[in-house]
């Protein structure tokens, strides 16, 4: 059964740092495409937002424009781990963060939970 776990979420203050984690339980992680994506509290209903995704080998990452020189996605794939470094947070950056997953031969597409993070002004 795939499922992907995220943790390390939080309340801090504007300017401080996290760092998100997301276990990605499966087979095989190799070919998978990992992305961080995000869902702000105001805008329940609406799609999640795009953060920073990268390659299954590490390559090819793309961040949103608010997030570039702050985040930094990175991932282990001998640990199926992905990783979001979340610096010089803003309030702006509160939201509901997602892990997402995507097989890259029929595209499947899997998602965690969430993970809280609050930054207070």
């Known amino acids: 059964q795939v499922q992907l776990v995220e943790s390390g979420g939080g309340l801090v203050q504007a300017g401080d740092s996290l760092r998100l984690s997301c276990a990605f339980s499966?087979?095989?992680?190799?070919?998978?495409?990992m992305a961080w994506f995000r869902q702000a509290p105001q805008a329940p209903g609406t799609e999640r937002e795009f953060?920073?995704?990268?390659?299954?080998?590490?390559?090819?990452?793309e961040y949103t424009d608010s997030v570039k020189s702050r985040f930094t996605i990175y991932r282990d794939n001998a640990k199926k781990m992905v990783y979001l470094q979340m610096n010089s947070l803003q309030s702006e950056d509160t939201a509901v963060y997602y892990c997402n997953a995507i097989e890259g031969v029929f595209m499947y597409s899997y998602w965690g939970q969430g993970t809280q993070v609050t930054v207070s002004s």
């Open positions: 499966v087979r095989t992680f190799s070919g998978y495409t």
């Open positions: 953060v920073a995704g990268i390659g299954w080998k590490g390559a090819n990452i």
